[in-house]
T-cell receptor, first 113, second 116 residues
């Protein structure tokens, strides 16, 4: 049973455009929602994370929007650059359960110059 | 440099053979994890360990085994019982509980396992 559903599977955006990736979760006990960025042949790296007590968090060109009632959260990449081309994973966990992250299926983003 | 080292980068397994993937960290992290990544799919948890000499099964533990004899090491053995072992394997670690930094997972660069 997939507890975190991510869409779209792939995304092509022009340089300077906005990339938007969406995730939906089922477990209302989740209280930590990170996004990881992965380049080919490498391990993922934490990009940005949010907790359900805030509805938005911004770090540079990356913003997480969080909708607790809809059980959805999204990643917005503003002014997308070719160097942002990577696979992005959303994830969720319940911090009292050993922080076992449940990952979404991933979104491959390609930013065209 | 502090980090997580996975070896080898590429590994080939013959039919009926057990193979062991190495994961070493010098971050002084308490918890360590093994994930499996298949093409176009997310990461699935195989095993995790929150403390030395203790580990728990993740969502897809069948056909795998681990040990945690030292804080810095968490090797994964892919046994012959794992019938579809071809995948990219990722090791990760994090601080223990009680720290504001405890949620961030640090990943190694992965091991690509293929079946001959």
């Amino acid at each position: 049973q997939q507890q975190v559903k991510q869409s779209p599977q792939s995304l092509i955006v022009q340089k300077g455009g906005i990339s938007i990736i969406n995730c939906a979760y089922e477990n209302t006990a989740f209280d930590y929602f990170p996004w990881y960025q992965q380049f080919p042949g490498k391990g993922p790296a934490l990009l940005i994370a949010i907790r359900p007590d805030v509805s938005e968090k911004k770090e540079g060109r990356f913003t997480i929007s969080f909708n607790k009632s809809a059980k959805q959260f999204s990643l917005h990449i503003m002014d997308s650059q070719p160097g942002d081309s990577a696979t992005y994973f959303c994830a969720a966990s319940k911090t009292t359960a050993g922080n076992k992250l449940t990952f979404g299926g991933g979104t491959r983003v390609l930013v065209k110059p | 440099d502090g980090g997580i080292t996975q070896s080898p980068k590429y590994l080939f397994r013959k039919e009926g053979q057990n193979v062991t993937l190495s994961c070493e960290q010098n971050l002084n992290h308490d918890a360590m994890y093994w994930y499996r990544q298949d093409p176009g799919q997310g990461l699935r948890l195989i095993y995790y360990s929150q403390i030395v000499n203790d580990f728990q099964k993740g969502d897809i533990a069948e056909g795998y085994s681990v040990s945690r004899e030292k804080k810095e090491s968490f090797p994964l053995t892919v046994t012959s019982a794992q019938k579809n072992p071809t995948a990219f394997y990722l090791c990760a670690s994090k601080y223990g509980t009680g720290s504001t930094m405890c949620e961030k997972l640090f990943f190694g660069s992965g091991t690509q396992l293929s079946v001959l």
